[in-house]
């Protein structure tokens, strides 16, 4: 497997800058392989080129490690379930990525490049079904909306009952979320900002200050009563509870959400381990969660809050983008570090505690696009 990981990562340097071109060739060879399939996307196609080549690049860089590798695929397969893809789907995409990938490559294309990409993608496709296969759950879950509460123009909170079938999670985790009554078969992902409950009350944070679609929509249309579809939870940003190290968390924006989920999880038992959250916004008008966790502090002794602003010089607290501020306060070696927000945020905190020499084992993260 050795080989064919080189194989992979050399030959996606010919074809990574057209990253446009494979994505609308993909999409035209599989529409016309199998035309049925373009039911099951949505009409407007902005954006679903750029989610399959994400999954493919976290897969080509996850070969040579054959754990990650697997969970990373079983999920994946087990999530494919809500856009209805079946067993048979698999060797119509597999036609039409191979396609894409010779055409946007080029004459560096070779056979050694094409077979390796046969062999992976064939490994691929039998790990993706066999999630799928192992999946006890309904490909997606009903969920009734049940509050929403608006923080200024862009950002909202708003909490969700799922419906008929239990759904379980675990706090740090996302699912995916789908507005049949105003975006139909478009997904986004969104952190949980809740521990599991026996309710089936799932809460989340949502920040759309452009015209993006599902998260314009959270922020400005849903009210209660409307509902929504939620897909199997994914990630593995949650608590490891054999750890006795103390726990850093670091949160951007909304990317308060699963940091907040897993201190109410903390709050459930830990007793021994001192938490430190860090939660950083432009302005202080931004920080609406901030009341909500200073209430967690007066209650749990083993948790501090420390809030920071980066463009309000009035603020009573830290100033200053948030890696920043959780640098003044290290080292943070001896701590399970988790980290929410922005992608540009999260990379700027992963530089922050590696240059502190934070093993990256205890360093957890996601990262997906506020759309």
């Known amino acids: 497997m050795e080989n064919v990981a080189r194989l992979l990562k050399e030959s996606w340097t010919l074809v990574e800058e057209d990253r446009e071109r494979l994505s609308g060739h993909f999409y035209a060879r599989l529409f016309l392989l199998d035309p049925a399939l373009r039911q099951l996307f949505p009409v407007q196609m902005t954006g679903q080129g750029d989610r399959l080549l994400e999954a493919i690049i976290t897969a080509i860089h996850t070969v040579d490690d054959p754990e990650s590798f697997d969970e990373f695929l079983r999920a994946l397969g087990r999530d494919h379930r809500k856009y209805h893809v079946d067993d048979k789907h698999y060797a119509t995409m597999g036609v039409a990525l191979l396609d894409a990938l010779r055409s946007t490559a080029g004459d560096g294309w070779n056979l050694e490049y094409d077979q390796a990409w046969r062999d992976a993608y064939a490994a691929i496709a039998a790990k993706m079904v066999a999630g799928a296969a192992d999946d006890g759950n309904p490909p997606f879950w009903h969920a009734e909306v049940l509050t929403h509460e608006r923080y200024g123009p862009d950002t909202a909170v708003l909490t969700c009952r799922a419906l008929q079938h239990p759904l379980s999670w675990r706090a740090g985790q996302y699912v995916s979320l789908e507005l049949p009554r105003f975006h139909p078969r478009v997904w986004r992902n969104?952190?949980?900002?809740?521990?599991?409950?026996?309710?089936?009350?799932?809460?989340?944070?949502?920040?759309?200050?452009?015209?993006?679609?599902?998260?314009?929509?959270?922020?400005?249309?849903?009210?209660?009563?409307?509902?929504?579809?939620?897909?199997?939870?994914?990630?593995?940003?949650?608590?490891?509870?054999?750890?006795?190290?103390?726990?850093?968390?670091?949160?951007?924006?909304?990317?308060?959400?699963?940091?907040?989920?897993?201190?109410?999880?903390?709050?459930?038992?830990?007793?021994?381990?001192?938490?430190?959250?860090?939660?950083?916004?432009?302005?202080?008008?931004?920080?609406?969660?901030?009341?909500?966790?200073?209430?967690?502090?007066?209650?749990?002794?083993?948790?501090?809050?420390?809030?920071?602003?980066?463009?309000?010089?009035?603020?009573?607290?830290?100033?200053?983008?948030?890696?920043?501020?959780?640098?003044?306060?290290?080292?943070?070696?001896?701590?399970?570090?988790?980290?929410?927000?922005?992608?540009?945020?999260?990379?700027?905190?992963?530089?922050?505690?590696?240059?502190?020499?934070?093993?990256?084992?205890?360093?957890?993260?996601?990262?997906?696009?506020?759309?």
Not at 205 to 218: I, K, M
């Open 190 to 371: 969104y952190s949980v900002a809740n521990a599991p409950n026996d309710d089936n009350v799932l809460e989340f944070h949502v920040r759309s200050p452009g015209a993006g679609w599902v998260s314009g929509a959270l922020v400005r249309r849903v009210r209660p009563g409307h509902l929504l579809r939620l897909a199997a939870p994914m990630g593995s940003m949650t608590l490891d509870r054999t750890s006795e190290r103390d726990i850093l968390c670091v949160a951007g924006g909304v990317g308060l959400a699963p940091i907040k989920a897993l201190v109410e999880e903390l709050a459930t038992y830990n007793r021994t381990r001192w938490v430190h959250v860090f939660y950083g916004a432009r302005q202080a008008a931004d920080l609406y969660g901030l009341a909500g966790l200073q209430e967690l502090v007066a209650v749990h002794p083993w948790l501090s809050v420390t809030a920071a602003c980066s463009d309000d010089r009035d603020f009573d607290g830290e100033v200053g983008d948030i890696p920043d501020v959780v640098a003044r306060y290290g080292p943070w070696t001896t701590h399970d570090c988790y980290v929410s927000g922005s992608a540009q945020m999260v990379r700027s905190a992963l530089r922050v505690l590696a240059a502190d020499g934070v093993p990256p084992p205890n360093i957890r993260y996601d990262t997906f696009g506020d759309l």
